[in-house]
């Protein structure tokens, strides 16, 4: 009888701790929905991926200036993708940046970001990724040359610059901004882009989402800078762009386009409301806006007469542009950062719109690397820049033959 | 050895404005389409990039847009007296190619044809009797004015067409058509800021009591968002529209109006270079099972399918009819048969006014930037003291100033030297231009059929047209180009010259790419092709879409018609054929 | 015709500063021939832009031939106050770089027998492609003048014959040998020539844009909203090319 009893007390012991650990969710649907939701702030599908590949069956390489790491495949497939793990190691792979087996993670799997996810959140991420269809694909992750291959490596790097932290709530700010805090930090990743990164590759906390250069592309600084940052734009117009992809001002193209098809779009409008109250109350360091470049400076005369003769049936004599199609480029955040790395991409490549259900046209920016040569580009780009209120650092000819040469295949 | 694909619902020949609009309108219905375009891909940013768009030798003369004679060429020849033979450039009229069609390169002039026109047989007989036409195979559409009206609405609210309407529910609007039918509602946009040339043409014209109003023009007044969601620009009057790609997204087209949104969908395929040899039907002739195929390869693919839509271009349609056995082809000598039947074209002319005092800026300009006379179009004017039925629009619509082509010189000048230079200083911004585009009647003899000489590169008999202008059209020019003459008189040049158009027609010189009829819609089986929906008499799972369904052609271009023809098959098959599928919509 | 320059068919890939997640690249290469369910196919540095002719050498010519069409193309377009003549703008070299492409050629017409003789309704029904007809026709004229004006190439003979030579071709009073037909010659030298006069620089012709400056003709520009309503107002602004502009460089 005792034993009976004691057996029954233990099987009650275990279920009253299932159930506390169940107290949040009503059930397992609610879970795998607000899993998939929380996939969609991850852009999880951004990395493991392929272009129309199998949902989360590994993505494409990504070429990092270390060599190349390919996103693995994270569909429940018991041989090539994560069949074997179980909740706690997925949880721990999250916010340790150590995998199932003890093996590390590069940091080109984000999980400085998603370190500060709440338990919750992540156990309902597991719980979604338990559904996806688990696909055969074996992906050899580590492609780094010797020694960087040496995951054991990242124990001194995660040393150096990685430090734990789960997300702390400030009081004295709003429920509203801390969600904010919460997304732009945990599963939106965005100083992953948009921090400036250190040497050894972390971001620069003290610079926190004020610009970082991609290597042929220049993610913005999104603190609350008003003249090269997001200051200068409303609530409303920062929700608007991440939620279609366009304000009346400016197309997202490029890497971020990608990041709002499959991630910001999709997001729910409240979430995006937050992140622009957190965005805006960012400090935006210490820049000071530049002195725009006199009309009668060579480069900018040559400029004015490239501009005028190439550039302004579209975005206009006044870089006014013309929205939905062309955007303008007065008064454009974007287009006085202090990189010129977006700007010079866009021009020598073109550049297609993004498509999100609510702004479908998808116009794009067509090629220019045919007719303009390296001087050309910079002096048209440096016009741009200090014209109509605009002001920014000029551009150079090496910087464009730069971008030219690296980003051509 | 034919390889067979898996099945799909919809097999469209042909991805230009019809293959665009339908494919759009069925996929949208949840049927899984598949469209075959013979040619590449088009996109704005790349095939029309803004920095090499503006060559006149690549795209207005060696015309790389178009279809090339080598892809697919036609023969020709005016009556059964004459030996059909190659064009072997193309001349007279340029079909397009690729997505897109020459939907991409088009000018833009956006008619609706009138109620006289869709019943002209009635219209005519009612008010002239039938000996008026005597020699002419003029026939009934099988539609009226009415119901085709929420069709053009459909095509002109897609396209952005700029323009003033000239009757909205009755009421004659000022500085529109007056002679037009009534409509529901004005143009989505307003009209284009005028130019020179068409203002002074505008102004004599009212002199002489006429009633000039702005061309509706598929290149956009204002930027605009169209109901599929899709944004389209302002036309910045480039001059360089008609046989060239637009660069920023201000004439509509395919491109700019449908496919950001159609390529997006999961049940849309778009397969390009691949040319579709014929349609295949089942044992009973009766019923279409797909399309075979070439792709670039060389390969040949069979696609079956549950429904075949033809909007190849109306010529090609035709061909692709008489290639696969659909219907029995039209004999001249008898005038029985129904494939080939009743092609007609476009009967035009032209009047050249010369000044001394005048610049007109002629590189200022859009495809259907202008100023259109109607007064003399159709039946809009009575007809019984003239020898002749129809009528012409008079445009002034001065397209380009591109100076390969476009370098007038004052009749009598020479062709080279000194005198042919200073000529061509002189004028080149003095002169203004303007046409008629005249109604073109059926025939017993003017019809399309197979050569029995010339094949393609695959082996299959190349498409024969056998056509000359009837004396009836030529009268119909005459009586026209006086009008143009009071015209040029009214304008008060230093001189005038006007071309007239002759009989025996000229496959060399261009004039029109307004090729109609061959697949024609009626009432009849015996003298139509499709009936009222388009839908083909004797393949009830096949349609046939495009100006080939024109029973005759108007004073006026085709594509706005064509759009809302689209549109009514597009409306048959999702609201009636889907219903039963297969089953003829129309009792013969 | 335009000789293209090959598109850049990579896929995109963002490189980083340090291993970030940073995204693959835009659609497929734009020759794949089945698009499903996608964005508008579109690939980074996709141009097909006409490649600059370069003077200099013959590629088509031999040398007689070029200083005969040199010598037409001044008599067609003769340098005067107007403008400068046909042979100083080009159009000979215009001419050269066509015959040897696709043009000379004719590789985009229907060139499959039988060849027939046709009415003028019905066009151009020869076998011979355009590199052919100027081959036998700048011969024919050689032979032509060697028979009838002393020996002369026609380089060597003055304005006024030279004129006059081009006058009787024209009206088809001159009768060459090996069936070559002068009228038709002519009508085809003359619209190359003037193509070439006319045609963008890029070409080989119509050097410094000079037909264009003589007519007020603007060339490559896009955008006329400004001007449209200033009737009988000059256009203010220079002509531009395909190619890159010399005032676009700085000074």
């Known amino acids: 009888m005792m034993k009976k009893l004691s057996i029954l007390i233990a099987f009650g012991a275990l279920s009253i701790s299932v159930n506390a650990a169940l107290a949040d969710s009503t059930d397992l649907a609610d879970r795998v929905i607000n899993g998939r939701y929380q996939a969609v702030l991850g852009d999880c599908a951004a990395c493991h991926t392929k272009q129309d590949g199998q949902p989360f069956a590994g993505g494409e390489a990504l070429q990092t200036p270390f060599g190349a790491l390919v996103p693995p495949n994270i569909t429940p497939d018991k041989e090539t993708g994560i069949g074997n793990w179980n909740e706690a190691d997925f949880i721990r792979m999250m916010k340790t940046g150590t995998g199932h087996d003890g093996i590390r993670l590069y940091p080109a799997m984000p999980y400085p970001a998603y370190s500060k996810m709440s338990d919750r959140d992540l156990s309902d991420m597991w719980a979604y990724l338990t559904t996806l269809q688990p696909v055969k694909n074996k992906v050899v992750a580590n492609q780094l040359p010797f020694p960087l291959n040496i995951r054991l490596s990242m124990w001194g790097w995660n040393l150096l610059n990685f430090d734990p932290q789960p997300f702390v709530a400030d009081e004295k700010q709003t429920a509203e901004w801390n969600r904010g805090a919460y997304l732009v930090q945990g599963p939106g990743h965005c100083a992953t882009c948009h921090s400036p990164k250190s040497f050894l590759g972390a971001d620069k906390d003290s610079q926190f989402l004020q610009g970082a250069s991609l290597q042929g592309w220049y993610a913005p600084n999104i603190t609350a800078d008003p003249h090269i940052g997001i200051g200068s734009w409303s609530e409303d117009e920062i929700v608007t762009y991440l939620k279609t992809g366009s304000t009346d001002k400016t197309i997202a193209s490029g890497p971020m386009a990608e990041a709002i098809a499959q991630s910001t779009s999709l997001m729910k409008e409240q979430d995006l409301k937050a992140i622009a109250v957190y965005l805006k109350s960012l400090s935006p360091g210490s820049t000071d806006k530049p002195t725009a470049l006199k009309a009668d400076d060579a480069r900018m005369v040559a400029g004015a007469a490239i501009y005028h003769d190439t550039c302004s049936a579209c975005h206009g004599q006044e870089g006014k542009g013309a929205m939905p199609l062309f955007p303008a480029l007065a008064g454009n955040s974007l287009v006085q950062q202090p990189s010129p790395e977006t700007l010079a991409h866009v021009v020598l490549a073109g550049s297609q719109a993004v498509y999100t259900p609510s702004k479908q046209t998808t116009p794009a920016m067509p090629s220019f690397a045919w007719r303009l040569n390296d001087q050309q580009v910079s002096d048209v780009l440096t016009y741009v820049r200090n014209s109509w209120g605009n002001a920014a650092a000029p551009v150079n000819a090496s910087d464009v033959s730069d971008i030219r040469g690296s980003a051509q295949n | 050895m034919t390889k067979i694909l898996p099945r799909k619902d919809v097999v469209i020949v042909g991805l230009g404005w019809t293959g665009a609009i339908l494919a759009h309108e069925l996929t949208e219905q949840g049927l899984d389409v598949l469209a075959i375009e013979r040619g590449p891909w088009r996109d704005t940013a790349t095939d029309f990039n803004i920095g090499y768009v503006q060559d006149e030798l690549r795209y207005g003369i060696r015309r790389d847009l178009f279809l090339q004679p080598r892809v697919e060429a036609m023969t020709m020849r005016n009556n059964l007296s004459q030996t059909a033979l190659p064009m072997r450039d193309y001349g007279s009229f340029l079909p397009g190619n690729g997505v897109g069609g020459a939907g991409v390169h088009w000018n833009g002039h956006t008619w609706r044809f009138w109620d006289s026109d869709f019943r002209i047989k009635s219209h005519l007989t009612e008010r002239y009797g039938a000996a008026k036409f005597d020699g002419l195979q003029l026939q009934d559409w099988g539609v009226t004015g009415e119901e085709m009206e929420p069709f053009y609405d459909k095509f002109e609210y897609l396209a952005g067409i700029s323009g003033k309407a000239g009757n909205i529910k009755g009421r004659i609007q000022e500085g529109g058509n007056p002679f037009e039918d009534s409509r529901a509602r004005d143009y989505p946009l307003p009209p284009m800021q005028m130019s020179y040339a068409p203002s002074l043409f505008a102004d004599a014209a009212r002199k002489l009591g006429y009633h000039p109003f702005p061309t509706p023009s598929a290149n956009l007044s204002k930027a605009y968002i169209n109901p599929l969601g899709i944004a389209m620009g302002e036309c910045t009057l480039c001059g360089f529209c008609e046989r060239f790609g637009c660069a920023n997204y201000s004439k509509a087209s395919a491109q700019t109006t449908i496919l950001p949104v159609l390529m997006k969908k999961k049940n849309f395929e778009l397969r390009t270079d691949s040319e579709v040899l014929r349609i295949d039907l089942d044992g009973s002739g009766k019923m279409a099972k797909g399309v075979t195929y070439v792709d670039t390869s060389d390969e040949e693919y069979f696609q079956p399918a549950d429904m075949v839509l033809l909007c190849a271009y109306g010529l090609h349609n035709v061909r692709l009819l008489l290639l696969s056995g659909i219907g029995k082809p039209y004999d001249p000598n008898s005038g029985e048969g129904a494939v080939g039947r009743n092609y007609c074209y476009q009967t035009n002319a032209g009047m050249q006014v010369f000044f001394d005092d005048k610049n007109f800026n002629p590189f200022i300009a859009s495809g259907a930037l202008g100023q259109t006379v109607d007064d003399f179009n159709g039946d809009a004017f009575d007809h019984g003291s003239v020898n002749f039925v129809g009528g012409a629009g008079i445009n002034c619509i001065p397209t380009n100033g591109r100076p390969i082509a476009m370098r007038p010189v004052p009749p009598g000048t020479p062709r080279w030297g000194a005198k042919w230079k200073a000529a061509t200083a002189q004028a080149y911004k003095s002169t203004m231009t303007y046409s008629s585009q005249g109604s073109s009647y059926p025939t017993q003899g003017n019809y399309l059929d197979l050569d029995p000489t010339y094949s393609d590169r695959f082996g299959r008999p190349l498409l024969r047209i056998t056509f000359d202008f009837p004396d009836n059209d030529l009268k119909m020019s005459d009586y026209v180009s006086d009008r143009m003459e009071d015209i040029a008189k009214a304008l008060g040049g230093r001189q005038y010259n006007g071309a007239r158009r002759k009989k025996g027609w000229d496959s060399v010189p261009y004039q029109s790419t307004h090729n109609t009829g061959g697949a024609i819609m009626g009432t009849d089986p015996k003298t139509s092709v499709v009936n009222r929906y388009l839908q083909n008499w004797d393949v009830s799972n096949l349609f046939v879409i495009g100006a080939s369904a024109f029973a005759h052609n108007a004073g006026k271009n085709p594509t706005g018609t064509v759009g809302a023809l689209a549109f009514i098959a597009a409306d048959a098959i999702r609201t009636k054929y889907l219903r039963n599928p297969g089953a003829p919509l129309v009792s013969a | ?251």
Request: net charge neutral; glycine share 10%; proline share 8%.
């Open chain 3, 1 to 251: 015709m335009s000789e293209l320059c090959p598109k850049r068919l990579s896929r995109r890939r963002f490189l980083s500063s340090v291993a970030l997640t940073v995204l693959a690249g835009s659609a497929g290469p734009v020759l794949a021939r089945s698009y499903v369910g996608g964005n508008l196919p579109w690939t980074s540095y996709a141009a097909d832009p006409p490649r600059q002719v370069m003077p200099g050498g013959w590629k088509f010519f031999t040398e007689q031939e070029a200083r005969t069409i040199e010598a037409i193309a001044d008599r067609m377009i003769p340098p005067d106050g107007l403008s400068i003549g046909g042979k100083e703008a080009g159009c000979a070299v215009y001419l050269d770089r066509q015959l040897a492409g696709s043009y000379g050629n004719s590789s985009r017409l229907y060139t499959q027998g039988p060849f027939l003789p046709g009415l003028p309704t019905q066009g151009y029904q020869g076998a011979d492609n355009p590199a052919q007809i100027y081959r036998k026709g700048l011969a024919a004229i050689d032979t032509y003048l060697k028979q009838n004006k002393g020996g002369k190439a026609f380089a060597d003979l003055s304005p006024n014959e030279q004129d006059a030579f081009l006058t009787d071709l024209e009206a088809g009073k001159i009768k060459l040998d090996n069936d070559v037909d002068g009228k038709a010659l002519f009508n085809v030298i003359l619209g190359s020539i003037m193509e070439g006069f006319f045609a963008d620089p890029v070409y080989g012709g119509n050097k410094d844009m000079a037909s264009w400056k003589m007519i007020g003709f603007p060339g490559a520009r896009y955008d006329y909203r400004d001007h449209v309503s200033k009737f009988n107002e000059t256009y203010p602004h220079p002509p531009i090319s395909i190619a890159s502009q010399p005032f676009w460089a700085e000074k």
